[in-house]
Every structure is written in C-alpha cells, then in structure tokens.
C-alpha cells in the first residue's frame, strides 16, 4: 500500500521581487569564482551536509550564504596595493612545452 504524501508549494517569486533584491545586494563581481579548498572541523561539514539535504542546497550555497550574512555588518578596508599585487604563493603551473 503506497502512502499518501502531501506537498506544500511555495509560490514563484514575482520578477518584481527579484529585481528589489538584486538591487539591495551591494556584490562586487571581479570576473570569473575563484576555487577555495580550506579544512574545516569534521562536525561542522556533517552539519552542513545535513542541513543542506534537507533544504535542498549544496555546500556552496550554504558557505556563500554564511559569508555573506558574516560580512553584512562589517566595515571592510581593502588591502594595500603593495599585498594585493604581490606575486601568487603555490605550484608553478606546467609549461605547455613539456
């Protein structure tokens, strides 16, 4: 005997709603997302993979989302030109010569 399962659907948000939020997000886009690979506490990735099933959102929109909630209120200086131009730290990449 199947159960009988029962949906709530949300409705689609108005393409007025979507442009109001748009235009209170103050992102700054500089091209292309750069990869990051960090550690992170075992219990603290179990959490979001849980969380995220059950919400239906993967790990990046879940970190996207927790930085810009962490970054909302803060006052952000950039960094002297001096560090910001410095060459990058890391493997060299191959040479297309080899």
């Known amino acids: 005997m199947a159960k009988e399962r029962k949906f709530d659907f949300a409705p689609l948000p108005l393409v007025t709603d979507i442009q109001e939020e748009a235009a209170k997000t103050e992102e700054v886009v500089d091209g292309a997302p750069t990869k990051v690979t960090f550690d992170c506490d075992y219990i603290l990735m179990e959490n979001m993979k849980d969380y ?19 970054f909302q209120d803060k006052e952000i200086r950039p960094r002297p030109d001096k560090i910001r131009n410095r060459t990058k730290v890391g493997r060299k990449p191959k040479s297309a010569t080899e």
Not at 59 to 64: E, N, R, S, T
Request: negative net charge; charged residues 25%.
């Open 52 to 70: 995220g099933y059950w919400e239906g959102l993967t790990q990046k929109d879940i970190i996207l989302e927790s930085l810009k909630l962490y």
